[in-house]
Every structure is written in structure tokens, then in C-alpha cells.
């Protein structure tokens, strides 16, 4: 597709179970990054992959959460074990690489966790 | 630590009057600066970016910023406000160097009343 895109868009789930949220960069986009959009919280940066390889996973909250690229595309976020702290939109972005680079974002994926 | 601020949470102004939106970031050496844009539903959207050179830069959507250097800062301003442009906006950086994280301000929430 021509943008970012994310599923599902809206994930309701119950505590202590696992989701995975996707994201579908734009085509040739070697760069991807995951950030979560918390209500006043601004966006907090998770992890970062250039190809399949993540040189930055510093914002990751916890062993709970992770994230893998595979084929230079598309991305899947996990999270085992959801807390009701974990409910946030997830956004993902992808850009052509380099430190100047624009981010293109996707809409997100809002996880409510009951 | 490197850190980006928007001191303002939400600004109400009225349609046709002129908008600035504070930023101000905290980095060793003056970073990439950025100002993105989120309206209702929809993923965030770049306005404008400062690199290097001209300390005042164009956007979209009859948007600019001015980087001031002795202030650490790079606030947006819009000389009359349209309502469409009630939205939530984000400043952030990225450091020159190998990082490519971006780093977001909390946001400012905007309204624009008749």
C-alpha cells in the first residue's frame, strides 16, 4: 500500500493474555520503529530496526514486551502477559533509513486491556 | 538525558488569530528539530523540519518554526489559525549522531474556537 499500515486498528483483550499488533511499512523502507501514545503522555519511543536488525530496543518497558522484523518488512510488536498499564495506542512508523530521514506513521493500534 | 518539552499542554484560540506553539529540547549538540500534527483518527503528519542553515523554516499547511540556538528552542507559529487546524501537535529530535531515535514532546492539544 501506498502508507503505513497497522492491525488490527482496535484490540480489546483481558489481563494476562497475549497480543500481537502488526505493522506493514511503506515499501522499501529499510527503517521501522514502534512508539505507544499513552493519554498525556506524549509518544515514548519502543524499539527501532534498520532491516531485521534492532540497533535500539532501549524503550522496550519490560521483558514482556517484544518485537522482531523479518524480511525487511513487515514488523509484529508482542506483548505476553498484558497489564492493564499496557492499554495505549501503538504506532508504528518506517522511513528510508539515515539519520535525517522523514518517519511516516501508521494510525495505530489502540490495545485495551480489561 | 535528552529530552524534548512542550510546556503547554492546551491552548484555546480564537479562528483568524495568530498561534505559537512552545518547544524546547535539551541535547548535547543541536539536534534534527521536527513539528508533526495528529488530528482526530488520524496518524501524526510531518508540518516542517529544521536541519541546518536558515534559523526559519516553511512547512505546511502555512506553518513555520524558528530555531533559536541561545534558547534551545523551536516554536511554531501560524499567522492566522483556520479551524481545521485544531488538532494535537508534536515537536521532536533526533540527535546528529548514529541514534536514530526521535524523541517526542508530551504534545500540545489545540482548539479553535469561532
Known amino acids: 500500500g501506498a502508507g503505513v499500515s497497522q492491525s488490527p486498528s482496535n484490540k480489546v483483550t483481558e489481563k494476562g493474555k497475549d497480543v500481537e499488533l502488526r505493522c506493514d511499512p511503506i515499501?522499501?523502507?529499510?527503517?521501522l520503529y514502534w512508539y505507544r501514545q499513552s493519554l498525556g503522555q506524549g509518544l515514548e519511543f519502543l524499539i527501532y530496526?534498520?532491516?531485521?536488525?534492532?540497533?535500539?530496543k532501549s524503550g522496550l518497558p519490560s521483558d514482556r514486551f517484544s518485537a522482531e522484523r523479518t524480511g525487511g518488512s513487515v514488523s509484529t510488536l508482542t506483548i505476553q502477559r498484558t497489564q492493564q498499564e499496557d492499554s495505549a495506542v501503538y504506532l508504528c512508523?518506517?522511513?528510508?533509513?539515515?539519520?535525517?530521514?522523514?518517519?511516516?506513521f501508521g494510525e495505530g493500534s489502540r490495545l485495551t486491556v480489561l | 538525558a535528552q529530552s524534548v518539552t512542550q510546556p503547554d499542554i492546551h491552548i484555546t484560540v480564537s479562528e483568524g488569530a495568530s498561534l505559537e506553539l512552545r518547544c524546547n529540547y535539551s541535547?548535547?549538540?543541536?539536534?534534527?528539530l521536527f513539528w508533526y500534527v495528529q488530528s482526530p483518527g488520524q496518524g501524526l503528519q510531518l508540518l516542517l523540519k529544521?536541519?541546518?542553515?536558515?534559523?526559519l523554516v516553511q512547512g505546511i499547511k502555512g506553518f513555520e518554526a524558528e530555531f533559536k540556538r541561545s534558547q534551545s528552542s523551536f516554536n511554531l507559529r501560524k499567522p492566522s489559525v483556520h479551524w481545521s487546524d485544531a488538532a494535537e501537535y508534536f515537536c521532536a529530535a533526533r540527535a546528529r549522531s548514529a541514534t536514530n531515535k526521535l524523541i517526542f514532546g508530551t504534545g500540545t492539544l489545540l482548539a479553535v474556537q469561532p
Open positions: 512508523a518506517s522511513s528510508l533509513g539515515g539519520v535525517s530521514g522523514e518517519l511516516f
Open positions: 530496526f534498520q532491516g531485521n536488525s534492532a540497533p535500539d
Open positions: 541535547y548535547g549538540a543541536t539536534p534534527y
Open positions: 515499501s522499501g523502507h529499510t527503517a
Open positions: 529544521y536541519f541546518s542553515g536558515d534559523t
